[in-house]
């Protein structure tokens, strides 16, 4: 199984509630659409008050997107002129409720999580999400 996990930041004329009702919506029928997919799940970043449990990751929901076979996501083709965007390393930790993993960020195991790729990567950035799983 290949996944594909994006980083989908807002456009600048939306609120943070109104992209994550777009993403719901208008890409939730383009994501169950594309050919091969075998599962879709989308991470909205979890909101209090209007405002991300972690300060702005740049990004406002991360989905992930199955296929069986690579071939069949290297037919997909992008948007012509947008910019390239890559990471090093992924790492994707589930809670029981977003408030675990809030305290969770503060916790020894994140310390010592940071330490094991301290030199290795740029920088990193968090977001605290719920699962929304379109197929």
């Known amino acids: 199984m290949i996944t594909r ?4 930041a807002r456009r600048g004329d939306m609120t943070t509630e109104a992209c994550l009702d777009h993403w719901r919506g208008t890409h939730a029928a ?7 997919v075998r599962a879709y799940v989308q991470n909205h970043g ?6 991300f449990l972690l300060p702005y990751p740049g990004f406002d929901i991360m989905p ?3 296929w069986d076979d690579l071939d069949v ?6 948007r012509p002129g947008r910019p390239p965007f890559a990471v090093q390393a992924i790492d994707v930790i589930w809670f029981a409720a977003p408030e675990d993993a809030l305290s969770w960020t503060a916790s020894e195991a994140a ?9 290795l990567i740029f920088g990193s950035e968090r977001l605290i999400a719920r699962p929304n799983k379109v197929v």
């Open 5 to 8: 996990v994006f980083f989908g």
């Open 30 to 36: 383009i994501g169950a659409s594309m050919p091969g």
């Open 73 to 78: 996501l290297l037919t997909i083709p992008d």
């Open 111 to 119: 310390y010592r999580a940071a330490w094991t790729i301290s030199g």
């Open 46 to 51: 979890v909101l209090k008050g209007g405002r």
């Open 64 to 66: 992930e997107l199955d």
